[in-house]
């Protein structure tokens, strides 16, 4: 089991930053992916961005240049600094985990912190 505990939410205005922290305990594996997504009223979870272990990124098209992801491994923590925030970015951020064994691929998600950002 795996267990991630979110960080650094808030209310900021248009324009303004924020650096969200997910730090990982438990059974970790070297291997891993860690990433957040997010989720606005009434629509989908996205994909906002992801690091592998070895640091691999991947950002969704709506916040490259703007949101940088990083890890320290030897925290087991990512970290997701946003710069200028956008009200469309206003969302619940969920931290996720993913690593693969014998062929399978295992998820473990935190409970989500919330962005809201004023316009």
């Known amino acids: 089991q795996v267990q991630l505990v979110e960080s650094g939410g808030g209310l900021v205005q248009a324009g303004g930053s924020l650096r969200l922290s997910c730090v990982a305990s438990g059974s970790i594996f070297r291997a891993n992916v860690m990433g957040w997504y997010r989720q606005a009223p009434g629509k989908q979870r996205e994909l906002v961005a992801a690091i592998t272990s070895d640091d691999s990124t991947n950002y969704a098209d709506s916040v490259k240049d703007r949101f940088t992801i990083s890890r320290d491994n030897a925290k087991n923590t990512v970290y997701l600094e946003m710069n200028t925030l956008k009200p469309e970015d206003t969302a619940v951020y969920y931290c996720?985990?993913?690593?693969?064994?014998?062929?399978?691929?295992?998820?473990?998600w935190g409970q989500g912190t919330q962005v809201t950002v004023s316009s």
């Open positions: 996720i985990y993913n690593y693969k064994q014998l062929g399978r691929s295992y998820d473990y």
